[in-house]
């Protein structure tokens, strides 16, 4: 009777390790989860306030701006749900975005033209302008795939983000090729303003209005004329020098027979 009891004992008391276990695995699992998600909600957070620290370097309508601040919200809200040491900072940084949306809101639309547009002075801010528009770009297609962004919207501001690619691509080709015919790299540069000139071709196809294409494809021409020009100075003595390359070979040639 009493080795029976024992093994009974033993039974519940493997059972009760055993029940331990699972549930302590469980809570370690859940665990984890919660700090990848965790994780995740914050790289979106860091990604959306870093293109957000760059609208200044183009046009940048308040539709696009809400667009950004609703998606950090969504993910600082996420944050505080999931808890954690910085729960009580993601509510402050909550509290205080839901105030700038709602008066983002209630303020008038901006809408800035694209036209105003410039491109960054130097090599590096243009890179870092390029890297933001496709950031941003891939952010308006997320967010309209999840439903936060009506059609109409997305391809409005889509569109907008595919011009600025389009001017800072033009405008760099062309950039590159004033720079390469001053250095007298005159293949290089007819190059680069031809293929420049091709994309615009294109481009005013599909947009024949567009001030800044028409503008760019005179600017393109004029360019392309420049280095033609500066090619022809900078090889005048060209045909003379075949003229006395022939009088050396007659001069070398075998002689004839009389």
């Excluded at 308040?62 to 954690?84: C, D, F, H, P, W």
């Amino acid at each position: 009777m009493i080795f029976t009891l024992v093994l009974i004992l033993i039974g519940a008391l493997l059972l009760l390790v055993i029940g331990i276990n699972v549930i302590q695995q469980q809570k370690e699992r859940a665990e984890a989860e919660r700090r990848t998600e965790l994780a995740r909600q914050r790289a979106i957070i860091d990604e959306t306030e870093n293109v957000l620290s760059c609208t200044g370097m183009f046009p940048c309508s308040t539709n696009l701006v809400l667009i950004l601040y609703k998606r950090v919200q969504e993910a600082l809200s996420q944050s505080v749900t999931l808890g954690g040491p910085q729960s009580a900072d993601y509510q402050r940084r909550l509290t205080d975005l839901t105030g700038q949306i709602e008066n983002l809101q209630n303020a008038q639309k901006q809408n800035p033209a694209i036209e105003s547009f410039r491109l960054p002075d130097t090599d590096k801010q243009i890179l870092d302008l390029v890297k933001v528009l496709k950031k941003l770009k891939a952010i308006l297609r997320a967010e309209h795939n999840k439903g936060k962004v009506d059609p109409n919207t997305f391809a409005q501001e889509e569109a907008r983000v595919d011009s600025l690619q389009l001017r800072i691509n033009v405008d760099s080709m062309l950039s590159r090729a004033r720079t390469a015919c001053f250095m007298k790299q005159y293949g290089s540069s007819k190059q680069m303003v031809t293929k420049a000139l091709a994309t615009l071709h294109t481009i005013k196809a599909l947009t024949p209005n567009d001030p800044f294409i028409t503008k760019k494809v005179d600017e393109a021409k004029l360019l392309l004329d420049e280095i033609m020009g500066a090619q022809k100075q900078a090889q005048p003595n060209a045909p003379q020098q075949k003229s006395e390359e022939d009088d050396i070979d007659v001069l070398f040639q075998p002689k004839k027979k009389w």
